[in-house]
């Protein structure tokens, strides 16, 4: 369980069997082929093009392929999510050290990847304002929706005005 009791995380010797297993050409890496055998010994019907999606998130290195901490990621995501909530997923995926909560830094890469540049002191000062908190230093995943869902709708606001 992670520190906050919220979330699980897979036993780490059990992925690396599976990955291990899977990783046809020894190369230490998963490609999308071998990841999907991955979907289909958990009983998972996921088509290669939602496969191809979820390599793209998930491939934090950019190589095309997923090491074992990428995947061992992806293990925290699907046994937290099941790959069902788009939101949670968001949050599993950048919850690197499966504290449970997201640090500023993590929010960073969120925001990064969306190609949105920011910095911990400016969501810093956002999630104080928008949860109405004192010295923001990580975030849970309602208060992350929250905020987020904040911030939506005010950019949805400002866009009625400008029409």
């Known amino acids: 369980m992670t520190p906050n009791g919220k979330y699980k995380i897979p036993n780490k010797a059990g992925a690396q069997t599976s990955f291990n297993h899977v990783d046809k050409n020894n190369d230490k890496r998963l490609q999308v082929s071998e990841l999907t055998t991955v979907f ?5 019907e996921v088509k290669v093009e939602h496969i191809e999606q979820i390599m793209k998130v998930m491939d934090q290195d950019k190589s095309n392929s997923l090491s074992f901490d990428e995947f061992f ?6 046994y937290n999510n099941g790959l069902t909530d788009v939101k949670l997923m968001a949050f599993l995926v950048h919850d690197v050290d499966k504290s449970g909560t997201l640090e500023l830094s993590e929010v960073v890469k969120i925001f990064e990847r969306n190609g949105i540049k920011t910095n911990e002191n ?42």
Do not use: P, S, T, W
Not at 73 to 78: D, E, G, P, S
Not at 134 to 161: C, N, P
């Open 40 to 44: 289909e010994k958990l009983g998972m």
């Open 122 to 163: 400016n969501l810093r000062q956002f999630f104080e304002a928008a949860l109405n908190k004192k010295d923001v230093q990580k975030v849970e995943f309602e208060e992350f929706v929250e905020a987020m869902d904040k911030l939506i709708k005010e950019q949805e606001g400002h866009e009625q005005k400008k029409e």
């Open 73 to 78: 990621q992806l293990a925290y995501v699907i």
